[in-house]
């Protein structure tokens, strides 16, 4: 009788940390996929920058994933946020310099794009003129790339689908 007793776990505030008690009751832990989809970096880049693919990538940003240390700093260093700004407390949204320096960097996609794809002079003197601002308002959007066109070209070393899951020989020729 006595380890049927041992077995029930109380949540109490004042004994298990917030962040615990957040994982225990299935709340969230962080905001990786927010911070991600607010700056505009796809699954592919995450997965290129984070050097996994994008299967892992889409299980660490679930927000009930209890990551490692080591996972949460790379996610850092990818998003190019504070670690706080990834971790969830009390449910406060992201810090107002975080989400304005999300829209920068959206917008900065956008000029550098502009000033890729522009036939006038003027259109282009404009969109160099707008990236120049950008830049000085924030040094660090000098390294923004622009918006993928089409999307991003895979390397040799990459497979599609196809090859994780190829298709039966009888499927394709009737047997």
Known sequence: MATAELSVVHLDAATVPARERNHELGRPLHRIQDVRRLQGMSLRTAARQLGTDVRA????????????????????????????ELLV?????????????????????????????VNSSSAQ??????????????????????WHSVGQRRGLDEMGRIAEQPIADDLIYGE
Do not use: C, F, H
């Open 89 to 117: 407390e009390d449910d406060e949204p992201l810090s107002r310099p975080i989400r304005e320096r999300a829209q920068l960097v959206k917008i900065m996609k956008t000029a550098r794009s502009l000033a890729e794809t």
């Open 125 to 146: 003197r404009m969109a160099e003129n707008l990236i120049e601002q950008l830049q000085d308002l924030m040094p660090e959007l000098a390294e923004v790339s622009p």
């Open 57 to 84: 990538i889409r299980a660490q940003e679930q927000a009930s994933t209890d990551l490692r240390l080591s996972d949460l700093y790379k996610w850092q260093r990818a998003l190019d946020v504070p670690v706080g």
